[in-house]
């Protein structure tokens, strides 16, 4: 690791150890720069001077950064150039198909066998399937919202984005919901990197992650035997495509689907928190024009970025805007830095509720990786924002907020707030 970039120390010291760092130096895969929140500041500078930028020293190995908007969505689209195969290197900067944490999930796979999978559970998402789950979410919306405390400080994203979450994932995948919380815990082991106070080795994390599978395991052959009605299990086990394949895939898209459906949509809840508190007038501009909110999950996506990357692995000898890339060089699609390209998106570092272009974020990918779960994220997020509005003048945040240490998850642990007063008498 390029240890010149590798402490936490105060932004004013990074700003000038990054403006005295030469190019070829900067090293932007480091999970202390997103938990300080200033790795915006590098991608800036690589956008402007290396927007296809080489990195030979890493704890992730050598990589490349891909860091303007239209480079993210070419890399994106040229599937025979950039493989997402797990037996290529997989989708994240960090995976290998040789370690035990990484197993194959059609997220991981190129064309056919993706279009195979992913067209499986599709149906899950359809338009017709988000009116049925519509009226359970704005139930739990304004169960949850309802018992938050006024005047008191609380934990918003265990109160608020992750209740609301998880309900939503258990009801998605047919699992108990009682049991819902454990989505969620299973989640942040799967993502969680070795090495942590939480997780201080790959055994500490392969045996969370074990109970989670064997729990799964016992469902799937439930309902192999008697498939539930749309669940998502039930389409993989009754479905051609899938209802044979190997137990690691079965655990693969396991994981891609708990980990999908947590943390792209209980970041981006959180991140709205943090976004209205940061630029109260646009929540004044929200509240004066209530057909405004059909922008809010475009726009919370692309400033929120709640996964930071996804990886591509060279499949041949390729050039992109003049740099060479060698056959089996690790390729980084960085979503935050893309998200925040100045060619793009104007003004790009603020929330903007009506930007005219919010939807050109690259948050939940492009072409036949875009996520496949876009359209349940933006349910929970605006019928969430649908009950805020008729109950809370104002959600206040009291502190800083705490972000994830990562360089895949851009989150929030915690998020401490208050609520100072509900709206009388509205409904």
Known sequence: MDTSTSRIIESSEYSE???????ERINVAQAELFQAGIASRYFERLRKEAPVHYCADSMFGPYWSITKHEDIEAVELDTATYS?????????????????????????????????????????????????LAGPIRAWSIEILEGLPIGEPFDWVDRVSIELTARTLALLLGFPQERSRDLIRWSEAMVA?????????IADKLRVMKECFDAFDDIWEERRRSPADADLISMLATQPATRNMPRSELH????????????????SITGSVVAFDRFPSELK????????????????????????????????????????????????LWYLSGNRDEDVFERADQFMIDRPNARRHLALGVGIHRCVGARLADLQIRTLWEEILKRFPRIEVLQEPE????????????????????YRDRS
């Not at 972000?403 to 509900?422: C, D, N, Q, W």
């Open 17 to 23: 150890e990054l403006g005295q760092l030469p190019i």
């Open 84 to 132: 997402s195969e797990l037996a290529n290197g997989g989708v994240t900067i960090a995976s290998h198909p040789n370690e035990p944490d990484f197993l194959p999930a059609f997220i991981s796979m190129d064309p056919p066998r993706h279009t195979q999978q992913r067209r499986v559970i599709a149906p899950a998402f359809s338009p017709e399937r988000m009116e049925v």
């Open 193 to 201: 990197m070795v090495g942590t106070e939480a997780f201080p080795t």
């Open 252 to 267: 693969g898209n396991i994981l891609l689907l708990i980990v999908g459906g947590n943390d792209t949509t209980r970041n």
């Open 285 to 332: 501009k929200l509240r004066n024009d209530l057909a405004l909110i059909g922008n809010l999950t475009p726009e919370i996506l692309r400033w929120q970025t709640p996964a930071l990357h996804m990886r591509r692995t060279a499949t041949c000898d390729t050039v992109l805007k003049g740099q060479r890339i060698a056959k089996g060089d690790k390729v980084v």
């Open 403 to 422: 972000r994830t240490r990562s360089t895949f998850i851009h989150g929030y642990p915690a998020l401490k707030v208050s609520i100072a007063e509900r």
